[in-house]
Every structure is written in C-alpha cells, then in structure tokens.
C-alpha cells in the first residue's frame, strides 16, 4: 500500500518559478512521476524519475524548464517548475508505478489526490 501526499503550488506568476513536492509512504522502489490535467484535457504526464533517482523522463513541454529530482531517502519527489507559462495551468498529480512500464496515465498504480497550480499574467 501507497500514499502520495502533494504539497506546494497556488498561484504563480507567468515567467516565475515553483516547486512541487510529493511524499511517498511504504516501499520506495518505485518509478514516481508527476502528470497535469487541464480543464478540458486529457491527463498528461509532465515528468517521471527511476526509484534510484538517476534515470528521468520529460515531457515535451516540460524539457528545459522542469527538473524532476528525488530526495536521498528516495521518498519524496519535486518537480521544480520555471519560466510558467499561462498553459501549465492545471491540476497536478504524483503517481507511482512499480514495474517500470511506461510514462502513461494507464500505466501508474497509485495516485495522490492533485494539487492546484495556476499561472497568472
């Protein structure tokens, strides 16, 4: 059994910068990764990371400007969020998979309950 506890987010301003953190009870041998849904959308993911914390995978519009990290008991994840844009606005979701399959929605076996981020001009 799993719980994933997001915490951070609210309201930043276009251009600026936040952090995301998700802590993870249980065993911490699992792929973790973080996904968006917008009003209207399908659920995405933005950026995942191998439980020994070295392999990470990014999103298209997440490359260059989101950094997914764990912390070195490997059971907490962020994802540090720069340069916002108006369209990373959404509500995001730590997930968590512990057969490594692949960076989908269908894929994760756990979920923490979302966390809103919404960027302002």
């Known amino acids: 059994q799993v719980q994933l506890v997001e915490s951070g987010g609210g309201l930043v301003q276009a251009g600026g910068t936040t952090r995301l953190s998700c802590a993870a009870s249980?065993?911490?041998?699992?792929?973790m990764g973080w996904f968006r849904q917008a009003p209207g959308k399908d659920r995405e993911v933005v950026a995942g990371?191998?439980?020994?914390?070295?392999?990470?995978y990014y999103a298209e519009f997440a490359e260059g400007r989101f950094t997914i990290s764990r912390d070195n008991t490997k059971n907490t994840i962020y994802l540090q969020m720069t340069s916002l844009k108006a369209e990373d606005t959404a509500v995001y979701y730590c997930?968590?998979?512990?057969?490594?399959?692949?960076?989908?929605?269908?894929?994760?076996?756990?979920w923490g309950k979302g966390i809103d981020v919404a960027v302002s001009s």
């Open positions: 997930a968590a998979d512990r057969y490594g399959r692949k960076w989908t929605p269908s894929a994760m076996m756990y």
């Open positions: 990371i191998g439980w020994i914390g070295k392999a990470t």
């Open positions: 249980g065993d911490d041998r699992y792929d």
